[in-house]
């Protein structure tokens, strides 16, 4: 199963092949795909400050649940997990919060744009888009 990070959804919004590609996978193939809560909150965040467009930001979170999974960061195992992931590999705390709860439901992969993730060490692949806004 592929875990989706917030950057995954900037790509996607501007354009990126490869994010297409594999929204297009999930959304039409019904290929299995997780989002973390932390993810939905960011996403919902950056549409009110206009970091990303508002509309988008908002049928992206009504989707959970149907286009994918929904990675809770509830569960005590996750939390700890997390902090195990900031304290051991220096990811932010949204970050590892996203990364264990991918990691709970399974995920193979996650798709990002934040280099951050470039310091995790797991059992999910970490897939980096370069990001436009780079570009």
């Not at 092949?17 to 997780?34: K, V």
């Not at 996650?110 to 570009?135: A, I, K, N």
Request: proline fraction near 4%; include cysteine.
């Amino acid at each position: 199963m592929d875990g989706l990070d917030t950057g995954f959804f900037f790509e996607l919004r501007a354009g990126t092949t490869a994010a297409q590609d594999l929204w297009r996978s999930i959304t039409e193939r019904d290929d299995p795909a997780a989002v973390s809560s932390v993810t939905l909150y960011e996403l919902s965040r950056h549409g009110l400050v206009g970091r990303i467009d508002r509309s988008f930001a908002e049928a992206v979170v009504e989707r959970a649940g149907v286009a994918f999974e929904q990675a809770a960061v509830d569960p005590t195992a996750v939390l700890d997990r997390a902090a195990r992931i900031t304290q051991g590999m220096g990811l932010p705390m949204a970050d590892a919060l996203i990364a264990a709860s991918l990691e709970r439901v399974g995920c193979a992969r996650v798709h990002t744009s934040d280099s951050d993730f470039d310091d995790y060490e797991g059992p999910m692949e970490v897939v980096l888009y370069p990001t436009s806004r780079e570009q």
